[in-house]
C-alpha cells in the first residue's frame, strides 16, 4: 500500500500518531522541494512527486477514519451504497420530522435535537468499537473482521451524514 | 560582423536568490545575508505609469504621475491579478482601471497610449525591483521568491508567476504572505508554539495559523478575503468627501480622476494621522476651492467598524479549519500597514485574548519572509522548513454541474489526487473535464480553473476507456495536470485551456517583446551616447583647429584630420553604434598629432612665462 510505504509502515490499522508525525517530519525534511531547487529537473520533479504522495498518505493516515476507508479500498472494499437496515426506521421518523422543521414547525426541534444527540452518542460508541476492531485485525488479518470493519465504517458514515443534515436543519 | 553580447562579468557563484513583496500598494525586495534577512532598498510604490515618450516606468516616480497623468498611471493592479472581467466589476466602480473591449479572457488596460495586461503591469514593477536589488548587490539577480496572498486562488498565482518571467526572473516560489511574515517572526522571536499571523493590506486579508515545531513551520490552516484592505477604508473615506463636496461646492468631483487621486491622498493622510492623534483633517484644495472635514477616533472607528467586522469571520473560520480553541494560540503576529490602526489591534486582541505582536514592522515583514524562503531554496538557511496548505478545495464538474472535491482546503502542498475517467458512447475520442476551485457545491459558485480536453483517445465501446488523471497542486500553490491512457499504456495528450488568465504562447510573447524592447533600449543609449561623444570630439577638434598648432601641422596630417571628421560625420546618423565609435577613434588617432602639438605650444608658452 503505497501511502503506508510513503512513510515506512506496515499495513497496519491501528497507527501511532506521535510516530506518525515524527516520521512525516523527518521524510518532509529530507524529500521536501525547496531541498532540490538547485537540481537538475528530473531530481526536481522527483522531489515533488515524492512529497506529494507523502502529504497525501500523512493526511490520509493520521485520521483513524479515513485510514480505515484507504485500508479497505486498497483491499477492494469500497464503501457500500445501501443504508444499514437496523437504522431504517429511526431515519424515516427523523426525515419527517426533518421535513416540518424545514416547513417552518418548530415543534418538531425537540425530538431533532434528542435525535442530533443520540446519534453523537452512536458515534462515539462506533469510533470505540472502531479501536477495538483495528487492534483486532492488525493481530489476525483476519477477512471476517475486516468486513466488520467495513459495516462499522458504513455505519458511521451514515450516522455522520444524519448528523450533518440535522445540524443544518437546526441551524 | 560585430557581434553584441552581454557580459555578465564572468564566473561567479551561483547568483543570490531575492525575495520580493508584491504588494498592493507598496513593493519591497530582500535578501538573505550571513546574519539574517536584510531589506535591499527603498519602498517601491507599485504604482505604473507611461510617460509622454512611450517609456514605462514604475514606483515613486510613477507615482508622483498619479495627480499629473491620472490616465496613463495605474496603481493596485494587483486587484486585477488572474481576474476575470465578471471579477473586477465591484473594482471598476472604486478604482479608476480603464478597460480595453476585448477583455473577458484577459484584462486589458489602457495606459496612455498603450494598452496593457496586470502581468505586465506587475512585470514593470517587479523589473524595478529586480534593478534596485542589482544596484544594491553589485551583481545581476535572476532568481527571485515571491509572496502571494494566502487566499489567491489558481489563476492569480499563475498571474504572478507570469510577471516574474515577463520581468526576466525565474520565479522560484510562490510564498504565501502570512506564511512568509511567521518564517522572519519564528526565526527572530520563537520556535515553538501555535501562531496566528493576521494580515491585513492595503488590497488583500489573509489570516493564517500556523505550528512552529523544531524548524518546520507547518500551516494548519489558512484563510482570507482577496477583496478586502485599507484601499476599502479610504474608498469609503472618499465616498463621504465625496458626497460633502457635491453639497458645499455645488459641483461632482467623481469623475475628475485628478481631483480624486488628490483626495484619495488627502483621506490617506488623515487616515495614517488617526493611528497616532485624536484628531485629524481631509484637506483638499482644487481649481481655487478647498475643502476640510475633521474627523475624530471615534468617528473613524465607527465608519471602519464594519470593514474590522468583516475580518474577523474568516478568523473564526481558520481556527475551526485548524480545529484550535482559541486559547490554543500562543501568539498573535500583525502584518500590513492596516494593522497601524488602533482600532484593528484591538478588534484582534479581543477576538484572539492575546495582546498581537507589532514590534516588527508590518511593512517590512513579510518581504523579509521571502528572502528567508529564498535563503531556504538557495541553502544558506538550513535546519527550517516550510510546509504550506493550498487555501481553496479543488474539484471537477460532474453530472447536473455539481462539483466533485479531489483536494479538500488546508491540504498541505505539494498535494494530488487521481481519478479515472471514461467515454460515455461508442468510439467517443474526446473527454472534456472541467476543473473548478472554490468550497460550494455548485459549479457555478466556484472559480472555473481550466477545462482539460483528453483527445486521441483510441475508437473503443462506451465505458471501455479508462484514463487516469493526476492533478498535482505544487509547492507553489498551483495545479498541474497530467494523464494515462490505463488500457493504451502511453501518455495521455492533455490540451490545458486556463479559463481566465494567459496562455503560455501569450506569456512567451510577452517576454519575447519585453525582450525586444529592452535590447532595443539598450541599443538606442548605446547609439546616444556614441553620438554624444561625437560631438564632444567634434567641437574639440574644431576648436583645436583655430589652434597656431594646426597651421604648424604636415599637410598630410591636416588631410587626415579632415578625412577622420568626415567619415564620423557620415557614420554619425547611422544607428549602429559600432561604426561610430571606430570612426570616433579614428578622428581620435588622427588628431594625435595636433594635440602634442598643442601640448608643446602650450609647454613653451609656460616656460616662457617662467623665464620672464
Known amino acids: 500500500m503505497r501511502f503506508y510505504e510513503a512513510l515506512g509502515l506496515d499495513p497496519k490499522l491501528a497507527l501511532d500518531a506521535e510516530d506518525l508525525k515524527k516520521r512525516f517530519y523527518e521524510r518532509s525534511r529530507e524529500w521536501h522541494p525547496d531541498k532540490f531547487s538547485r537540481r537538475s529537473p528530473e531530481e526536481q520533479k522527483k522531489a515533488l512527486d515524492m512529497t506529494a504522495v507523502l502529504n497525501d498518505a500523512f493526511r490520509t493516515l493520521r485520521d483513524p477514519i479515513t485510514r480505515a476507508e484507504y485500508f479497505l479500498e486498497e483491499r477492494g472494499l469500497g464503501p457500500s451504497k445501501t443504508p444499514p437496515p437496523e437504522l431504517l426506521e429511526e431515519v424515516f421518523e427523523l426525515n419527517m420530522a426533518l421535513e416540518e422543521l424545514r416547513e417552518g414547525d418548530a415543534s418538531a426541534r425537540p425530538q431533532l435535537e434528542e435525535a442530533q444527540k443520540r446519534f453523537h452518542e452512536m458515534r462515539g460508541e462506533i469510533d470505540e468499537g472502531l479501536a477495538d476492531l483495528f487492534a483486532k485485525h492488525d493481530a489476525n488479518t483476519d477477512a471476517a473482521t475486516l468486513s466488520e470493519i467495513r459495516a462499522a465504517l458504513d455505519r458511521r458514515r451514515y450516522v455522520s451524514n444524519l448528523l450533518r443534515d440535522v445540524g443544518k436543519a437546526l441551524e | ?612
Open chain 2, 1 to 612: 560582423m560585430s557581434t553584441f553580447q552581454i557580459d555578465f562579468g564572468g564566473d561567479q557563484p551561483a547568483s543570490k536568490i531575492v525575495g520580493i513583496d508584491l504588494g498592493t500598494t507598496n513593493s519591497l525586495v530582500a535578501v538573505m545575508d550571513l546574519t539574517g534577512p536584510r531589506i535591499l532598498s527603498g519602498i517601491v510604490p507599485s504604482v505604473v505609469s507611461v510617460t509622454e515618450t512611450g517609456e514605462i516606468i514604475a514606483g515613486a516616480e510613477a507615482r508622483q504621475r498619479l495627480v499629473t497623468n491620472p490616465d496613463s498611471t495605474v496603481y493596485s493592479v494587483k486587484r486585477l491579478m488572474g481576474r476575470g472581467l465578471g471579477d473586477v466589476l465591484d473594482e471598476l466602480k472604486l478604482f479608476p482601471f480603464r478597460l480595453e473591449p476585448g477583455s473577458d479572457m484577459v484584462l486589458r488596460l489602457r495606459l496612455g497610449e498603450r494598452i496593457v495586461t496586470p502581468p505586465e503591469v506587475s512585470a514593470h514593477i517587479l523589473r524595478k525591483l529586480k534593478q534596485d536589488a542589482e544596484a544594491a548587490l553589485g551583481e545581476p539577480v535572476t532568481q527571485a521568491v515571491i509572496t502571494v496572498p494566502a487566499y489567491f486562488n489558481d489563476a492569480q498565482r499563475q498571474a504572478t508567476k507570469d510577471a516574474g518571467r515577463i520581468a526576466g526572473l525565474e520565479v522560484l516560489r510562490l510564498v504565501n504572505e502570512p506564511t512568509a511574515a511567521a518564517l522572519a517572526y519564528g526565526l527572530d522571536k520563537r520556535n515553538e508554539g501555535v501562531i496566528a499571523v493576521y494580515d491585513f493590506g492595503g488590497g488583500t486579508f489573509d489570516i493564517s495559523i500556523l505550528r512552529l515545531h523544531d524548524g518546520i513551520f507547518e500551516v494548519l490552516a489558512t484563510n482570507g478575503d482577496t477583496h478586502l484592505g485599507g484601499d476599502d477604508i479610504d474608498n469609503l473615506l472618499i465616498q463621504i468627501a465625496l458626497e460633502d463636496i457635491q453639497s458645499e461646492w455645488g459641483t461632482d468631483i467623481s469623475t475628475d480622476t485628478t481631483a480624486v487621486q488628490l483626495l484619495r491622498r488627502a483621506v490617506i493622510r488623515a487616515k495614517e494621522d488617526l493611528s497616532f492623534v485624536p484628531v485629524s483633517v481631509v484637506d483638499l484644495e482644487y481649481n481655487g476651492k478647498r475643502y476640510q472635514r475633521e474627523i475624530n477616533v471615534a468617528l473613524f472607528d465607527s465608519l471602519i467598524q464594519p470593514i474590522i467586522e468583516r475580518t474577523l469571520a474568516p478568523c473564526r473560520a481558520c481556527l475551526k479549519d485548524a480545529d484550535l480553541a482559541v486559547d490554543a494560540i500562543d501568539e498573535v503576529v500583525m502584518v500590513g500597514g492596516s494593522t497601524r490602526i488602533p482600532l484593528v489591534r484591538a478588534e484582534v486582541e479581543k477576538l484572539f485574548r492575546r495582546r498581537p505582536h507589532t514590534e516588527l514592522n508590518p511593512d517590512e515583514v513579510v518581504a523579509l519572509g521571502a528572502a528567508v524562503q529564498a535563503g531556504i531554496l538557495g541553502g544558506e538557511v538550513e535546519d527550517t522548513l516550510l510546509l504550506d496548505v493550498t487555501p481553496l478545495s479543488l474539484g471537477i464538474e460532474t453530472m447536473g454541474g455539481l462539483v466533485s472535491k479531489l483536494i479538500h482546503r488546508n491540504s498541505t502542498i505539494p498535494a494530488s489526487a487521481t481519478e479515472s475517467f471514461t467515454t460515455a458512447v461508442d468510439g467517443q475520442k474526446n473527454v472534456l473535464i472541467h476543473v473548478v476551485q472554490g468550497e460550494r457545491e455548485l459549479v457555478k459558485d466556484c472559480r472555473s480553473l481550466a477545462r482539460f480536453d483528453l483527445k486521441d483517445i483510441p475508437p473503443q465501446p462506451a465505458g471501455m476507456a479508462k484514463i487516469e488523471i493526476r492533478f498535482l497542486i505544487d509547492a507553489n500553490g498551483i495545479l498541474n495536470v497530467t494523464a494515462h491512457d490505463l488500457r493504451g499504456g502511453k501518455e495521455q495528450s492533455v490540451e490545458v485551456k486556463p479559463s481566465y488568465g494567459l496562455t503560455d504562447d501569450q506569456v512567451e510573447a510577452m517576454i519575447l517583446e519585453s525582450f525586444n524592447k529592452a535590447e532595443a533600449d539598450f541599443k538606442e543609449r548605446q547609439v546616444r551616447e556614441a553620438r554624444v561623444e561625437a560631438d564632444s570630439i567634434l567641437a574639440a577638434t574644431e576648436k583645436a583647429r583655430q589652434n597656431v598648432a594646426y597651421r604648424e601641422l604636415a599637410d598630410d596630417a591636416r588631410a587626415s584630420i579632415d578625412r577622420a571628421i568626415n567619415e564620423l560625420l557620415v557614420v554619425y546618423h547611422s544607428d549602429d553604434h559600432h561604426l561610430i565609435r571606430a570612426k570616433l577613434e579614428q578622428l581620435d588617432e588622427a588628431t594625435r598629432p595636433l594635440a602634442e602639438n598643442i601640448m608643446n605650444t602650450a609647454v613653451r608658452g609656460v616656460l616662457k612665462g617662467t623665464q620672464l
